[in-house]
């Protein structure tokens, strides 16, 4: 049986390399043709959403991804002694066991203190110049430690004690302090920390100090000290906006107060019936505002000095500088299974150089295992759900081509009178179809980069012009729309593209080859 | 003109199926055409005429007989083979001119000179055919309207564009369908002459199935066709009793 193409590799041969007039006839139906290019829009649009939808969801994946890993450190150690009550394991025991395993980095071995209290209230002062031409201060009239709770809306909020020179090599807290650089947004305002290698510090160098003096001093005349600490921007937002519902109108700024109601661990363990609260009230003044990129972190968390926390916040009385509630850890691996052995080797050494505690290690990937999972499951199902698009983009070049295929019957008689094979009709036909793919692909493309590169303008301009609110950082966990082209996405997207195109073409163009020459040199 | 066969056809037969009757529409077809004559072929409507065209420029297969191009069976080929035979060495001259219309008087020229080259190939001969396309068209008249589309020309500019084309890969045969057929009388004049200067001056053989009786007398022979077949061959200027 003699075939109609002839030998079938080398017609595949053929197949993938067409002649001359292939490539000008199938550029020139599709080019002069308004529907060819209403299928090469079909599979634009189709491409540009896919790029653009796939780059935000791996810009999610991606920012989940490192903030929660520099914000959790690469393992987290904590610790519970056998004894009930006893004291924490001694902080230079613990840093001398760490040491000796070589993958931690001994400088990025960071105690932190995790709390909790309410924000009862807000202290505004304004700093005036008096008509002696010396600085005062004044208190706004309402800005009392209890302000919001009279109103019943105290905040809560997360304090965590860090040791800012070691904490900032284990995790991004020193990205942080500069996260107003490197994610600018219209939501929040930041207020930068003045000095930014020492974040608690409460003077300014070019004007002098952020708080009336007698705040400043500490532990004398009794006063309450008020503590130096940086605010999650966010935090601060909301403060801001609790202080106008408690009808203070003065801007809450750096240098303001907020008074946080709190107890103690030791008050906790030592309440004479079991375990009774006993509440008190810390000044704490923001020196400025951090803002890692998560809003559940930047909405929550004020960082003090761990030590200084340790004294005044929770009134530590035994050894207040080596109180500590976790560690956190850089290590240098990073990959999944090596990170595993790693927190068991840490936990395991601590166990026997430390005795009386055991050591839970836990590393970042665990403590949010479920949300990276489902994120990356909600990826995958989004790119197979728009994946459609491409197949309606599919079936529009389809009809297309069974058109012309029905309109150039006669041409198909005239090319064959020229001599153009049947091999050579079905090429044409599936040429149109890789050109009507190609243009849509590099139009969808560039389309859809230029969207990923500039979405953060678009998502602006939409907000301003229209008031059209296309990222809502408080339904989200982060304070800007995240999206980040993968090369190997789009290329499976691309790749996908073009070889639905082939088989959507494949049917019209071998309806257009099936047809005889003298046949379709009679069509009316 | 020699008198030797280009093309030729022993026993041909053709037969179509109408449902499930198959219905004869030439019968046992015996004809040779010389190298650079000019053959006629005549005949009521429905003898066959067209059939055997198509069948001499290989677009169609006999059901039996053989077509022989330079003494070659080139009917009992592979369709790839007669593509490329069709390429090569036939052209074509449609009543209805069967031009592109998305391609300029010069692309349509120039369509067979590309069938065969890959794009590459071709973007070096490229300067070379379009310098020839060119000049054929100069020659036919046509220098103004390189660039028109086939629908911004008159019939008769289009048939020139139609015989450009089918010469331009200087084809052993040119097989012409009724090329006066769908033109006034002046027009189909001026083509008719243009077609017997070409033969004058190149030597293309040309075979013209045709109903204008003023071309069939130009004819060096006439084939005339009956009923699926061929009833005699003679020289126009001594027509047979019929």
């Known amino acids: ?524 | 003109m020699s008198s030797s066969p280009i093309l030729a056809c022993v026993d041909l037969h053709k037969s179509y199926t109408m449902g499930r009757v198959p219905v004869p529409v030439l019968n046992g077809i015996d004809l040779e055409v010389r190298e650079g004559e000019v053959l006629g072929l005549v005949g009521a409507s429905g003898a066959g005429k067209s059939t055997l065209l198509h069948l001499l420029g290989l677009l169609d297969v006999p059901s039996r007989g053989a077509v022989y191009l330079r003494g070659e069976d080139v009917s009992s080929k592979g369709g790839q083979r007669r593509s490329a035979l069709r390429n090569r060495e036939l052209g074509f001259v449609f009543q209805f001119y069967h031009l592109i219309s998305e391609l300029s008087a010069l692309g349509n020229t120039l369509l067979p000179a590309m069938v065969a080259p890959r794009p590459w190939t071709w973007l070096l001969q490229r300067g070379r055919e379009r310098a020839r396309a060119r000049a054929l068209l100069t020659r036919l008249g046509l220098s103004a309207r390189l660039s028109h589309l086939p629908a911004q020309l008159s019939g008769g500019e289009r048939q020139r564009i139609a015989i450009a084309r089918a010469l331009l890969g200087n084809p052993s045969v040119v097989l012409c369908d009724e090329p006066t057929g769908n033109l006034d009388s002046r027009t189909g004049q001026e083509i008719m002459d243009l077609l017997f200067e070409i033969n004058r001056e190149q030597g293309t053989t040309f075979v013209i199935v045709s109903h204008d009786d003023r071309l069939v007398r130009r004819c060096h022979r006439v084939a005339r066709l009956a009923d699926g077949s061929l009833e005699a061959v003679y020289n126009p200027q001594q027509p047979p009793a019929s």
Request: aromatic residues 10%; negative net charge.
């Open chain 1, 1 to 524: 049986m003699r075939l109609p193409f002839g030998n079938p590799f080398s017609a595949a041969l053929r197949l993938c390399f067409p002649s001359a007039s292939t490539v000008l006839l199938g550029f020139r139906y599709i080019t002069t043709r308004w529907i060819a290019w209403l299928s090469v829009l079909g599979f634009a649009v189709g491409i540009l959403v896919l790029i653009v939808v796939t780059s935000v969801m791996n810009g999610f994946v991606k920012e989940i991804r490192t903030s929660i890993r520099s914000s959790l450190s690469d393992l987290i150690v904590r610790y519970q002694p056998h004894e009930k009550g006893a004291p924490p394991p001694d902080l230079a025991a613990v840093r001398e066991a760490l040491s000796e395993i070589p993958e931690i980095d001994p400088e990025a071995i960071s105690p932190r203190i995790t709390w909790f209290a309410l924000i009862a209230g807000v202290g505004i002062n304004l700093r005036r110049l008096a008509p002696n031409g010396a600085f005062e201060w004044t208190r706004v009239t309402g800005a009392e430690a209890d302000s919001f709770l009279r109103r019943d809306e105290a905040l809560f909020c997360q304090v965590i004690g860090i040791d800012f020179d070691t904490d900032r090599r284990a995790t991004n807290v020193g990205t942080a302090l500069r996260g107003f650089e490197q994610r600018p947004t219209r939501h929040v305002t930041d207020y930068p920390v003045p000095d930014i290698e020492d974040p608690f510090c409460v003077k300014r160098p070019a004007d002098g100090a952020l708080l009336p003096d007698q705040l400043l001093r500490r532990g004398e005349d009794g006063e309450r000290n008020a503590m130096p600490g940086v605010l999650g921007a966010w935090l601060a937002a909301k403060i801001q906006s609790t202080a106008r519902q408690a009808d203070i109108n003065e801007f809450f700024h750096r240098g303001c107060e907020i008074s946080l109601l709190t107890s103690s661990p030791e008050r906790l363990s030592s309440g004479a019936q079991g375990a009774t609260l006993t509440q008190s009230y810390r000044s704490v003044v923001m020196t400025g505002t951090f803002r890692t990129g998560t809003y559940d972190l930047d909405k929550d968390i004020i960082f003090l000095d761990r030590r200084d926390m340790a004294r005044n916040l929770l009134e530590i009385r035994k050894d207040p500088d080596g109180y500590f509630t976790e560690l956190v850890l850089k290590a240098e691996t990073l990959d999944d299974e090596h990170s595993r052995e790693l927190a068991r080797l840490v936990r395991q050494t601590l166990e026997r150089k430390v005795p009386g505690y055991s050591f839970p290690v836990s590393r970042w990937q665990d403590e949010r295992r479920n949300q990276l999972e489902a994120i990356d499951y909600e990826k995958k199902m989004m790119a197979f759900i728009l994946m459609f698009i491409i197949l309606v983009a599919g079936i529009n070049m389809f009809t297309t081509l069974w058109m012309l295929v029905t309109e150039k019957t006669r041409d198909v008689g005239i090319l064959s009178a020229l001599g153009v094979s049947r091999l050579g009709i079905l090429q044409l036909f599936l040429t149109m179809g890789v050109f009507i793919t190609l243009i849509g692909e590099v139009l969808g493309f560039i389309g859809g980069m230029l969207i990923v590169e500039n979405i953060a303008a678009i998502e602006t301009f939409l907000w301003e012009y229209f008031g059209f609110k296309m990222f809502d950082p408080t339904v989200y966990i982060f304070d800007h729309l995240p999206a980040e082209a993968e090369a190997s996405t789009v290329t499976v997207i691309l790749v996908t593209t073009f070889l639905a195109s082939i088989v959507f073409s494949a049917a019209p163009a071998i309806r257009a080859a099936a047809k005889h020459p003298v046949q379709a040199l009679r069509y009316e």
